[in-house]
């Protein structure tokens, strides 16, 4: 069973993985300013927090769904880079490919100012390299994101995480609305 989004990120804390530049970058955070309280779409990796998703293969790429409102992310399985001139957005541009049966995504050019709702800073340095891989039984999608930043990270930060797999289930993409006082 997945957990909720803020179960998940009560569980992690990167502070230690910090560079002097991410620990002023952090001390700086006020979490009533985070992008999301606005209604802007989650970048990467939040948008990767346990939640429903779908994933639509076009064979030259596939569509991420995201029950996280902001537009689909899409794995462009036939591009090794991002083109030139291509420019940086909240969930970045992700090149894929199949490794024996493990999907394996690479994402750059990510403008989003946050690894966590915690206020962990990430450049727009970081990279991710994604690992997909369904258990033999095919009930459960593990998750691996390895995200290397030189600017805020002294190492590279892994996240591991399962996901309940779901053939065939109704997927519904959730909405922001702002509250009024």
């Not at 530049?21 to 606005?38: C, N, Q, W, Y």
């Not at 750059?108 to 994604?130: C, I, L």
């Not at 369904?134 to 399962?162: E, G, W």
Request: glycine share 8%.
């Amino acid at each position: 069973m997945g957990m909720r989004p803020s179960e998940w990120m009560a569980t992690h804390n990167y502070d230690h993985l910090l560079t002097a530049a991410g620990r002023e970058t952090k001390a700086g955070f006020d979490p009533v300013s985070h992008p999301i309280l606005d209604c802007v779409p989650r970048g990467m990796p939040e948008r990767m927090l346990p939640s429903s998703m779908e994933f639509v293969d076009e064979g030259k790429r596939i569509i991420m769904r995201h029950f996280w409102w902001g537009g689909d992310r899409i794995i462009h399985l036939a591009a090794k880079e991002p083109p030139a001139g291509t420019p940086s957005t909240h969930i970045g541009y992700s090149t894929g490919r199949w490794d024996d049966g493990a999907l394996i995504v690479k994402t750059t050019h990510v403008d989003w100012p946050y690894f966590d709702r915690a206020g962990t800073p990430q450049s727009d340095k970081v990279e991710f390299v994604e690992r997909f891989t369904m258990t033999a039984d095919k009930s459960r999608l593990n998750y691996t994101l390895t995200a290397s930043d030189p600017i805020m990270f002294t190492s590279p930060i892994v996240v591991t995480n399962v996901f309940n797999w779901r053939p065939g289930s109704e997927f519904e993409a959730g909405d922001c609305v702002l509250w009024d006082d």
